[in-house]
């Protein structure tokens, strides 16, 4: 797969993972409803820009340098990485190492998630292309041997 395209899948896996996040994010908070969006907002401003660097990146590399195809593995280096950013970003703020780790464990599994299935998708939608081509081809050359 060219890099373009796995960098594609990346942003958008990274976009729909910071969508979705938005809203599931503030549920791990004991506030009232009115903050509820402003708890997603405010997780999201720390999180989100997280996500698309560091993130994108190191997912890029894991894959690019991924020699084994396991799917564990690689579910835990994502998993991992995303709790060495919380255990980071604990370091600047007292108290809130557990719910970082929350936050990063729910972020890396749902980017993780989309990420596979939109790779997954991809290559049935590139395997049918192909299936198309070649039925085409073959009843292109089958249409040239009859006559009319």
């Known amino acids: 797969m060219s890099g373009v395209n796995m ?3 990346k942003l958008f896996a990274a976009f729909f993972t910071s969508v979705i996040c938005y809203f599931i994010v503030p549920l791990f908070f004991d506030y009232s409803s009115e903050s509820y969006f402003v708890i997603g907002l405010s997780v999201s401003i720390v999180t989100v820009p997280i996500l698309f660097v560091v993130g994108i990146l190191s997912s890029l590399a894991y894959e690019s340098f991924n020699f084994s195809k396991n799917i564990g593995l690689s579910y835990l280096i994502h998993l991992g990485c995303a709790v ?3 255990f980071l970003f604990s370091l600047t703020a007292t108290g809130v190492l557990f719910i970082a780790i929350l936050i990063s464990f729910v972020y890396a599994t749902i980017f993780f998630i989309i990420d596979n299935l939109s790779r997954y998708i991809e290559g049935l939608a590139k395997n049918s292309e192909g299936k198309l081509k070649r039925a085409v081809d073959i ?3 089958d249409g040239d041997s009859r006559k009319d």
């Open 7 to 9: 960098l594609d899948r």
């Open 84 to 86: 060495l950013c919380a």
């Open 139 to 141: 009843s292109t050359q």
